[in-house]
Nanobody, 128 residues
Framework: QVQLVESGGGLVQAGGSLRLSCAAS????????VGWFRRAPGKEREFVAG????????YYANSVKGRFTLSRDNAENTVYLQMSSLKPEDTAVYYC?????????????????????WGQGTQVTVSS
């Protein structure tokens, strides 16, 4: 069992930046593919970005490409989502998810059901 804890959310003005963290206490997290999803009020949970276990491959939704950057520090068992040039439409609860299954394509990272573990989420609010 891998327990995930997100942090770093908050209130920011449009154009600002935030860095979200997804931390796990289990060492097996370093071998997991990780995805970030978000759910805006009244909308379905949607894929934001994904990263493989080694950090050598990343995938992004078109809506965040060029603004968000994923990275990971396996020594710290943490994945980071750096969000820049934030827009009001980025307002959502952000969730990280992990799976021990190897994922090889964006379409796989986008599939919510492929993930075994989910965090509780962190709220990001972008004011205009």
């Amino acid at each position: 069992q891998v327990q995930l804890v997100e942090s770093g959310g908050g209130l920011v003005q449009a154009g600002g930046s935030l860095r979200l963290s997804c931390a796990a206490s289990q060492r097996t997290f370093s071998r997991c593919a990780v995805g970030w999803f978000r759910r805006a009020p009244g909308k379905e949970r949607e894929f934001v970005a994904g990263i493989n276990w080694s950090g050598t491959s990343t995938y992004y939704a078109n809506s965040v490409k060029g603004r968000f950057t994923l990275s990971r520090d396996n020594a710290e068992n943490t994945v980071y989502l750096q969000m820049s040039s934030l827009k009001p439409e980025d307002t959502a609860v952000y969730y990280c998810a992990a799976t021990g299954k190897p994922l090889y394509s964006s379409s796989e990272y986008e599939r919510r059901l492929i993930y075994d573990y989910w965090g509780q989420g962190t709220q990001v609010t972008v004011s205009s």
